[in-house]
């Protein structure tokens, strides 16, 4: 037989179907319940042939007596018209009376020589089953005064009839569950095969450069729909860090031309014009500072990268964020003092989160510096440190500086954007952009607003309640310069 292109497809299409974990579920699932009925059916096949069995036999025991009661008290004669009568009744029972000799006396039976006492089986020729064979009985033969051999005996075809019923219902019973089974098998496979194929398509057009592409939820909740929805906030994350990256490309491109054109036209101006070693000095010397801050620079942006990039909790454990700011608090006062500023704290006690300690430090003191830093003599800074009403952790950060336009506000966590107002300090404008990293690592949210006057800075950490603090902290060292803002 020669195969078309059509019949290919749909030997493919099978293969394909076959080879889904769906339909071997099923299958496997058909399989066993198969098994199962089958070892249950024949349970019931040997208890109800077992219980016919003992019934027949207890029925069969129960008339003999009664006959060989009658034959002891009426004798022989009574007891061949009895058998004649029970006979001739319905659903009557099968007999066979015999003297010693063999010799027919009563019954439909006829006399069967060789007769023993005892369970036996013995055919009724005059009697026919349904396929036209003569009717076979279980009979009880029991031996009467003066030779005499009384056999009574039951249709053994009607155990036969409910055997072939509780064989045929469970065989019936197993093949349509085992065709539900495989239809439903199809079925499944088919739509798994569907959503299969959908998020197949949307990766391959991931791959071709459509990065925008998800895939669609159903909202069902199934495993296919947790799956894809897994996938989809993975390729999130990587869109948020190739967004990040070109941001970074683009910010170093923009904000890094400046210091390094100041850096070259110094190092130029000296070339053209340094004639001895104290004129190359304060050129060499203003070479390094910018360059310095150009490290410094390039060492912010890695760190955030990092922050950014890194794995959520890994690194995580339970730190006490009140000692935390209570270091931080204490490492800048004396720079406070110098600047002729005032750090006023109001910590709660044993506020403990789930948190990178280094990072959440580093957090902590950008905002406190960036309060410093970009505040005239005479601020106050307000750290604040509580847990709220729905059990979540607030440091506030408040001045009461000359605050910042309301346009500004949502750029300043942007990378290098310095405000009019920073940008005679120093800095790279790069502080806020890794607090915000850290809080986004932690899942909390940070917030700017106009504190009128000043500028107040909220960072709200998730209720997530941890076991007890640690008994040792690390001790605050005030974090390296390159890494602030």
Do not use: C
Request: negative net charge.
């Amino acid at each position: 037989m020669r195969l078309n292109l059509r019949d290919y497809a749909l030997i493919r299409a099978a293969s394909r179907l076959l080879k889904t974990a769906s339909f071997r579920f099923a299958a496997l699932y058909v399989a066993v319940f198969a098994a199962s009925a089958f070892v249950l059916g024949l349970a019931v096949f040997l208890a109800a042939r077992s219980s016919l069995e003992q019934q027949m036999d207890t029925g069969v025991q129960t008339e003999t007596a009664f006959l060989r009661e009658e034959y002891r008290r009426d004798g022989l004669d009574h007891l061949r018209s009895l058998i004649e009568a029970r006979g001739q009744e319905n659903r009557a029972l099968d007999y066979v009376l015999q003297d010693a000799a063999g010799v027919y006396l009563a019954g439909e039976i006829p006399a069967q020589p060789g007769l023993r006492s005892g369970w036996t089986e013995l055919t009724v020729p005059s009697e026919r089953e349904a396929d036209n064979e003569p009717e076979r009985v279980r009979a009880l033969v029991s031996p009467l005064d003066g030779g005499l051999l009384l056999a009574v005996g039951d249709d053994i075809h009607r155990i036969t009839e409910v055997e072939e019923a509780v064989t045929r219902a469970f065989a019936l019973t197993v093949g349509l569950a085992a065709l539900l089974g495989i239809g439903g098998g199809i079925l499944l496979s088919q739509a798994f095969l569907a959503r299969v194929d959908a998020i197949a398509r949307t990766a391959e057009a991931i791959i071709g450069g459509d990065l925008g592409r998800r895939v669609l939820l159903r909202g069902t909740g199934d495993d296919l729909d947790r799956l894809a929805g897994t996938l989809n906030r993975m390729l999130d994350r990587i869109s948020a860090l190739m967004d990040s990256l070109r941001q970074v490309s683009s910010d170093v491109a923009h904000d890094l031309r400046t210091p390094l054109s100041r850096l070259y036209q110094r190092l130029e101006d000296a070339h053209d014009h340094a004639r001895s070693v104290e004129e190359y000095q304060p050129a060499v010397e203003g070479a390094m500072r910018e360059a310095e801050a150009l490290l410094d620079t390039f060492s912010a942006l890695l760190r955030i990268a990092q922050v950014e990039g890194a794995s959520p909790r890994s690194g995580f454990r339970d730190v006490d964020l009140t000692v935390i700011a209570e270091s931080v608090a204490d490492a800048y006062r004396p720079d406070a003092e110098d600047a002729d500023h005032r750090i006023d704290a109001d910590f709660s006690a044993g506020i403990v989160i789930y948190g990178d300690h280094e990072l959440l430090t580093q957090a902590l003191a950008n905002l406190v510096e960036n309060g410093l830093r970009h505040t005239p003599p005479g601020t106050r800074l307000s750290l604040r440190l509580f847990r709220d009403e729905e059990g979540g952790v607030v440091f506030v950060i408040t001045d009461n500086g000359p605050g910042v336009a309301d346009k500004d506000l949502p750029r300043l966590t942007h990378r290098f954007y310095r405000g009019e107002w920073s940008r005679t300090t120093v800095g790279n404008g790069l502080g806020l952009s890794l607090v915000a990293a850290v809080a986004d690592l932690h899942g909390a949210k940070l917030r700017l607003e106009n504190a009128s006057p000043g500028i107040r800075v909220t960072l709200r950490f998730p209720p997530a309640p941890r076991s007890p603090a640690p008994s040792h902290l690390p001790q605050l060292n005030k974090p390296a310069e390159r890494w602030r803002g």
